[in-house]
């Protein structure tokens, strides 16, 4: 057997831990899929050439699509002082990147909210979109070139949860009443639970979407970091921003640990190796001064949600 880590009273084998994952993914024929519209739409949305006409009239052929466009960019979160009415000056405005952002966020969360569910989806989401902003704060603080990336990462780092929550109701369902108040975490509880935990179930979910695989590492190891390989600053910026979200309650039911291990740790070694200048501060330092916006990042994270689920 391959040991790859060690947590509290049982051995970490990755291996085994993706292949239990693969079995509870091959027993589900109904698995959310992204329509065709969208991937068409992000990968032109990535590439910084495109015509922004061809991008509009692409967004407009499909009207759910054009309709959350619209009504996200017009929202309080993005803050514009003129009401945007079309979908190619919102594109202009907000540029590729963002509309990029929330045109996959509206798809994640539109394909699984309409599922039965054995935790609170919407604390989830509230969750999911709090590590998504304050990810994309601590990569500018921090000087990771991609925000954007940093806050959709952040959005979907616990995907997997989503999945499990919903094709193994009951039983996750129980896990999670049996950790309420206790001192286990959600991730140690799955490994017990189900053999492998939703950072191994949010890689399946990954791949099956042709996500590019940025996005699966940092689903896969933002609770062990070191064994990060494709983007170690990213899946740190979005390990020390789900701590610090944990921290401060917005998921549930959590039962966390407020003091750092040894992934927080190791990450904010990776975020002091690439911002130096955080050395003198110290990680409780840093995240209490994240403190200051977290309340208008609270604010906009429930505008978001509300935009999307209100369609
Ligand atoms: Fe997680
Ligand atoms: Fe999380």
């Known amino acids: 057997m391959l040991r790859v880590g060690e947590e509290e009273g049982f051995i970490v084998d990755r291996p085994a831990m993706m292949r239990e994952a693969q079995k509870l993914f091959t027993e589900v024929d109904d698995l959310p899929t992204i329509p065709t519209i969208v991937i068409n739409v992000t990968s032109l949305l990535d590439n910084v050439d495109s015509d922004p006409d061809q991008i509009a009239d692409m967004i407009l052929s499909d ?5 959350r466009v619209i009504k996200v960019i017009n929202s309080p979160l993005c803050r514009t002082t003129n009401k945007i009415p079309s979908v190619k000056q919102a594109l202009l405005f907000i540029g590729f ?20 569910q054995s935790f609170d989806i919407q604390r989830f989401w509230i969750h999911s979109f709090s590590v998504g902003a304050i990810s994309r704060r601590i990569a500018h603080l921090v000087g990771y070139p991609d925000l954007e990336k940093a806050y959709l990462a952040g959005i979907l780092h616990d995907i997997g949860k989503v999945f499990l929550g919903h094709y193994c109701h009951e039983e996750y369902g129980r896990m999670l009443a049996g950790i309420t108040n206790s001192s286990v975490t959600t991730h140690e509880a799955e490994c017990r639970t189900f053999g492998t935990t939703h950072c191994e179930i949010g890689l399946c979910l990954a791949q099956r979407w042709n996500f590019p695989p940025v996005y699966g590492e940092v689903i896969s190891f933002h ?3 070191e064994m990060a390989t494709e983007d170690v600053f990213l899946t740190s910026i979005v390990a020390i921003a789900d701590f610090y979200c944990l921290s401060h309650y917005t998921a549930h039911p959590v039962a966390q640990a407020s003091v750092p291990g040894v992934s927080e740790e190791y990450s904010w070694h990776t975020l002091v190796e690439n911002a130096p200048d955080l050395k003198s501060s110290g990680l409780e330092h840093f995240l ?5 916006e977290y309340e208008a990042i609270c604010i906009e994270v429930a505008v978001l949600f509300s935009s ?4």
Do not use: C, P, W
């Open 63 to 67: 009207q759910v699509l054009a309709a």
């Open 97 to 116: 990147k963002k509309i990029r952002e929330m045109i996959l966020t509206s798809y994640f969360v539109g394909g699984f909210s309409q599922k039965k």
């Open 223 to 225: 609770h062990k970091v």
């Open 288 to 292: 209490s001064d994240l403190d200051e």
């Open 308 to 311: 999307i689920v209100n369609d």
